[in-house]
């Protein structure tokens, strides 16, 4: 019997914290280890996935699947060369009022169907439906290092304990200031709960320039290395990857699929100068 996909939702209490480039970029990183991914998009206040990779038109996505205007497969996008699956939103006129508690129920149990290692969820600000919680493996809790951000995100860890749902702290553009959290103030905010910090690094802001994820621009930044080591993670969960295909793709296994993806970081290194 094939397992489920390990589904992640990352999360964020407020706004502008860097959710969206954790999605995307932790991605991107485990599909470069041969694990099949579905990234979803639906954050239906600010659909961004789509600005972050400079990917043009509309289609079917998110929504259309939430409201049974198109099923799932259809609404699954392949982003290449890597071969990362996508759910896509778009913007538009709010759409909220569309995702109710059984349009939830009625996607999540036919996304955890599909044939897939991971299924990551870029989530909207604030906190999520209840009516997903059972369907989740891990929640990423994205903050930044300031007071308010980290306060504020200590009331959806406490939202994630209430459900009983397995999270963690993620604490983005960590070195910025000297007046950042300490991880004494981490502690006093949430606890022993397990927390991975992201450097603040001039990557990210290349990568939104050039429309390309930070982790394949400079797989040797620092924040390409914590990105790897949050994937590791979810890795030793998961075990070694899946040799199905997915619905949207081919997948490259083994060492040419790798092989590939080497080929192609280089190729990018080069292109910027940093070969």
Known sequence: MDKKPYLIFVASQKGGVGKTTIALNLSIALTYQDYSVLLIDSDVATFSVKEHLGIQGSGKGYIDAITGKATVADCIFSYQPVGLDLILGDTGDDTSGDVTPDSLNKFYSQVLKLSYDFIIVDGQPGLFNSTIAKYLNDVIIVTTPDNPSAISSAKLSSYCEKLKVSHRLLINRTGY??????????ERLFGDVAYATMPEDKIIPESLAKHRPAYMLDRGSGFATAIEALSRVYMLRVG?????????????????????????????????GQG
């Open 177 to 186: 200031s000297k007046f950042e959290l300490t991880r004494e103030g981490v």
């Open 240 to 272: 070694e990857p899946e040799t199905h295909t997915p619905v949207g793709g081919k997948k490259r296994r083994g060492f040419f699929g790798r092989f590939a993806r080497w080929a192609i970081n280089d190729t990018t290194n080069q292109d910027q």
